[in-house]
């Protein structure tokens, strides 16, 4: 007659701790996010987002911002030179109207003639701007064909200026010579420390221009183009300046290598919209940080646009 075999019985502290193991296990089975939650504290990508939302105009019932650190107000200059005696509000509605359902996302800003009225928001907040090292994100939505849309010279759709053209700027453009009209993103310093013999833009090579440059710029009449720039160490002291260009979330370039040095005084620093420009405008924001390629991506693929991210604090 065989003996049953002898199993050990586990001593009731053993018993505890692997009852205790089955359970965390079922827990983890059972609740998977949670558990990844647990191995990766980092906030969601909308939360990052929001965190450094600084200025947004979705366009949708107002020219006005939905949400800024400063000033909501849209304002209108009669030139660039009389932005503090500006007045609030758009100019006449044949040169620049709101245009409800026209937008990437629900309404635009139409720009429908060429004026040198500058519509612009009061920078201080809205920007940032300090003089030690400054970074930002500006994303926005252009719809227009350069070609047919645009009149003859420069066109900005979007600039970040202090008191002076001269003294340090940010912006992008489309050219007024080329055919078809190439668009670029430059960071400009101060002029007289980067251009001290005051040189024709368009007689430099392209290692002499702080700039990054797309000669055949995929824009048009029927399709929403993306554009966000990004920039950092502004005002750093170093060579170490660097502006990135994105069009539908992807990178285009990289001006890289400067010293930019800019000398604005803060309250009178601007977000201008639709220098010269023929076209619509959609979803301006403004982020306090240089935004990662990641999230550049992330906000590319916004389904509400910037409405999609939580309400700022």
């Known amino acids: 007659m065989t003996s049953a075999p002898a199993f050990a019985v586990p001593s009731p502290s053993a018993l505890r701790r692997l009852l ?17 939650a647990e191995r990766d504290p980092r906030p969601a990508p909308a939360e990052t987002l929001r965190a ?3 200025f947004h105009a979705s366009f949708d019932t107002t020219a006005d911002a939905d949400f800024a650190r400063g000033d909501r107000r849209v304002h209108t200059a009669i030139d660039s030179g009389k932005r503090p005696s500006a007045v609030p509000g758009l100019p006449a509605a044949e040169l620049v109207r709101l245009a409800p359902g026209a937008g990437r996302h629900g309404g635009a800003l139409e ?16 920007l940032g701007y300090r003089a030690g090292p400054w970074a930002g994100t500006v994303s926005f939505w252009l719809r227009l064909d350069p070609d047919r849309d645009l009149a003859p010279g420069y066109c900005d759709p979007v ?12 912006f992008v453009e ?15 310093p101060v002029t007289k420390l980067w251009n001290p013999e005051n040189k024709k833009l ?5 290692a002499e221009r702080p700039m990054v440059f797309v000669r055949r710029p995929v824009f048009s009449r029927e399709r929403w183009t993306h554009v966000l720039i990004t920039f950092a160490q502004i005002n750093s002291a170093r060579a170490d300046g660097r502006g990135t260009l994105y069009l539908d979330g992807e990178p285009i370039g990289t001006a890289s290598g400067w010293t930019h040095t800019f000398n ?5 620093s601007a977000l201008t919209l639709g220098l010269n420009y023929t076209g619509f405008i959609d979803d301006v924001a403004v982020f306090s940080r240089e935004l990662t390629a990641a999230e550049v991506r992330a906000v590319f693929s916004l389904p509400r646009g910037i409405a999609s991210l939580p309400t700022p604090p």
């Open 20 to 36: 205790a193991r089955a359970a965390l296990l079922a827990l983890a089975a059972a609740c998977p996010a949670a558990h990844s």
């Open 52 to 54: 450094s939302l600084a």
């Open 111 to 126: 720009f429908r003639g060429q004026t040198k009225q500058q519509v612009f928001y009061r920078g201080p907040e809205n």
């Open 159 to 170: 600039q970040l200026v202090g008191q002076r053209w001269g003294e340090g700027a940010l």
């Open 174 to 188: 489309f050219t007024k010579d080329h055919n078809p009209r190439h668009f670029r993103y430059g960071i400009f």
């Open 202 to 206: 368009e007689e430099m090579t392209d």
């Open 264 to 268: 604005w005084d803060p309250a009178q």
